[in-house]
Nanobody
Framework: QAQLVESGGGLVQAGDSLRLSCAASGRTFSSYTMAWFRQVPGKEREFVAAISSDSGTINYADSVKGRFTISRDNAKNEVNLQMNSLKPEDTAIYYC???????????????WGQGTQVTVSS
């Protein structure tokens, strides 16, 4: 059974960095677009970043552009999100997702992890 498992979340102070990882198992995701989304309770899930299967196309939400970097290692079946200069408004549950098409929209993603909490204190 295909599974995505996130790790690396935690509690940090504003200005700190965190690196989230997403390990895929049960199938190879090397041909899939991988993405990170985030969600605050009571709000809709929000796009953060996406990376195409060959890493040739990458997009970021305007709110994280210049601070976050998405990368992937197809040999390890892994995708990462390096988050620098964190702000309190980055506080959310962060989800890893996989899609057979390149998209910024959560409804196009077929596989989801369970999420990892990121909390940024001011």
């Amino acid at each position: 059974q295909a599974q995505l498992v996130e790790s690396g979340g935690g509690l940090v102070q504003a200005g700190d960095s965190l690196r989230l990882s997403c390990a895929a198992s049960g199938r190879t995701f090397s041909s899939y677009t991988m993405a990170w989304f985030r969600q605050v309770p009571g709000k809709e899930r929000e796009f953060v970043a996406a990376i195409s299967s060959d890493s040739g196309t990458i997009n970021y939400a305007d709110s994280v552009k210049g601070r976050f970097t998405i990368s992937r290692d197809n040999a390890k079946n892994e995708v990462n999100l390096q988050m620098n200069s964190l702000k309190p408004e980055d506080t959310a549950i962060y989800y890893c997702a996989a899609s057979s098409r390149y998209s910024r929209y959560s409804q196009n993603y077929n596989y989801w992890g369970q999420g990892t909490q990121v909390t940024v204190s001011s």
